[in-house]
């Protein structure tokens, strides 16, 4: 398939670094579940913002149990022409379908690149739609722009979902395959709640395994889940792969994760998502 690989502006990402608010995480969009706001005004509003650079990229941390460097996964937010904050749910499946996500992705590591080359010790963990990796020439393109921006592979990691239906398979593991032997990480997005999950877990090749969030919302009050992610847990030993759980949400459930000895937790309660100007700058 062909990528559009829209030129990306190289100006300075003003909202990336002009310090939003973190509340913008919860602020209100009219466009938010407005069955108005059709698929045709959602690409149009999608490709303005690759062409002038008005997404919004903020960080949620992931900390370790063990005492180990905390890192941040890189989540994407666009705003319509008033400043109101679109639902990434809606916005993303829109770029999905209408072909777009490919460039979305890549506008997203360009701009992470952008901020790590001046944060040098930073690690970001982005996610990457399955589309964008049927890509050809993704990998050469991601080897490029780190090269560009004096970034060690080390320092990222690309998530990908474990989604149902996979265009082309071969093309996914081998893309994998390629972005390990650069040396970025890989982790699996979301883990249990596609269809297929072990499966797709035996032929995949990965270094982190992130629990899906209903698993662990319901771990302090469902026996069942708290089973399922054990047996999770021990698949990824298995495999030594590292354990994230995400959506944790208050600390009940933090301290049964931490008394399961999982390695490494991100959601509310760890921290909010917020903009890249309010990541402690290392
Ligand atoms: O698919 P992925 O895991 O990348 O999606 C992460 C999404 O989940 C982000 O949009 C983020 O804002 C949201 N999120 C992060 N932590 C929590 C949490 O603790 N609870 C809920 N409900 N959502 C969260
Ligand atoms: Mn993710």
Same mark, same amino acid.
């Given at each position: 398939?062909?990528?559009?690989?829209?030129?990306?502006?190289?100006?300075?990402?003003?909202?990336?670094?002009?310090?939003?608010?973190?509340?913008?995480?919860?602020?209100?969009?009219?466009?938010?579940?407005?069955?108005?706001?059709?698929?045709?005004?959602?690409?149009?509003?999608?490709?303005?913002?690759?062409?002038?650079?008005?997404?919004?990229?903020?960080?949620?941390?992931?900390?370790?149990?063990?005492?180990?460097?905390?890192?941040?996964?890189?989540?994407?937010?666009?705003?319509?022409?008033?400043?109101?904050?679109?639902?990434?749910?809606?916005?993303?499946?829109?770029?999905?379908?209408?072909?777009?996500?490919?460039?979305?992705?890549?506008?997203?590591?360009?701009?992470?690149?952008?901020?790590?080359?001046?944060?040098?010790?930073?690690?970001?963990?982005?996610?990457?739609?399955?589309?964008?990796?049927?890509?050809?020439?993704?990998?050469?393109?991601?080897?490029?722009?780190?090269?560009?921006?004096?970034?060690?592979?080390?320092?990222?990691?690309?998530?990908?979902?474990?989604?149902?239906?996979?265009?082309?398979?071969?093309?996914?593991?081998?893309?994998?395959?390629?972005?390990?032997?650069?040396?970025?990480?890989?982790?699996?997005?979301?883990?249990?709640?596609?269809?297929?999950?072990?499966?797709?877990?035996?032929?995949?090749?990965?270094?982190?395994?992130?629990?899906?969030?209903?698993?662990?919302?319901?771990?302090?009050?469902?026996?069942?889940?708290?089973?399922?992610?054990?047996?999770?847990?021990?698949?990824?030993?298995?495999?030594?792969?590292?354990?994230?759980?995400?959506?944790?949400?208050?600390?009940?459930?933090?301290?049964?994760?931490? =008394?399961?000895?999982?390695?490494?937790? =991100?959601?509310?309660?760890?921290?909010?998502?917020?903009?890249?100007?309010?990541?402690?700058?290392?």
């Amino acid at each position: 398939m062909n990528m559009i690989f829209l030129p990306i502006i190289t100006k300075v990402i003003s909202p990336m670094i002009n310090g939003r608010p973190e509340s913008l995480e919860s602020q209100h969009s009219r466009w938010f579940g407005n069955p108005t706001a059709d698929t045709t005004d959602i690409r149009a509003a999608l490709l303005h913002a690759l062409d002038h650079n008005t997404f919004v990229l903020l960080a949620q941390s992931i900390v370790s149990t063990r005492g180990e460097e905390p890192y941040h996964e890189i989540l994407i937010r666009m705003h319509n022409e008033s400043g109101e904050f679109i639902s990434p749910d809606h916005f993303l499946s829109v770029a999905r379908d209408t072909g777009l996500a490919p460039d979305i992705d890549l506008w997203v590591i360009e701009n992470t690149l952008k901020y790590m080359r001046y944060h040098p010790l930073s690690c970001f963990s982005i996610n990457l739609a399955p589309v964008t990796l049927c890509c050809s020439g993704l990998v050469a393109k991601i080897a490029e722009l780190l090269r560009e921006y004096m970034v060690i592979p080390q320092r990222i990691i690309f998530e990908i979902t474990e989604a149902d239906t996979l265009s082309d398979k071969e093309q996914t593991v081998e893309a994998l395959r390629s972005l390990r032997q650069l040396g970025c990480r890989i982790a699996i997005d979301d883990f249990g709640a596609g269809f297929a999950s072990y499966e797709r877990l035996m032929s995949i090749e990965a270094d982190i395994l992130k629990i899906d969030g209903s698993f662990v919302r319901g771990i302090t009050k469902c026996k069942i889940s708290h089973y399922i992610i054990e047996s999770f847990c021990q698949v990824a030993a298995m495999k030594d792969m590292q354990v994230v759980a995400e959506f944790v949400e208050n600390a009940e459930i933090q301290m049964c994760l931490e =008394q399961m000895n999982i390695g490494w937790l =991100q959601g509310y309660h760890i921290g909010k998502p917020k903009t890249l100007a309010h990541v402690r700058a290392i």
